[in-house]
């Protein structure tokens, strides 16, 4: 999932700290899941990066 949310992060041209605050998320929580360090996110923390990324919590985690 760390692959994914970076590529589409990037694709939105956002750096890690300018999408943490728009996710309104913790910036280590989101770089703990970036790097694989948090296997299993919060449905809460997943469903806030796939709002911001504009894509679904199943494209997200598949």
Do not use: H, N, W
């Amino acid at each position: 999932m760390g692959k994914k949310i970076k590529a589409l992060r990037q694709k939105l041209e956002l750096s890690q700290d300018e999408f943490a605050r728009k996710a309104d998320i913790p910036y280590t929580t989101l770089t703990k899941v970036g790097t694989g360090v948090i296997k299993k996110s919060s449905v809460c923390v997943v469903a806030k990066l796939a709002k911001t990324l504009g894509v679904s919590i199943e494209d997200l985690i598949k």
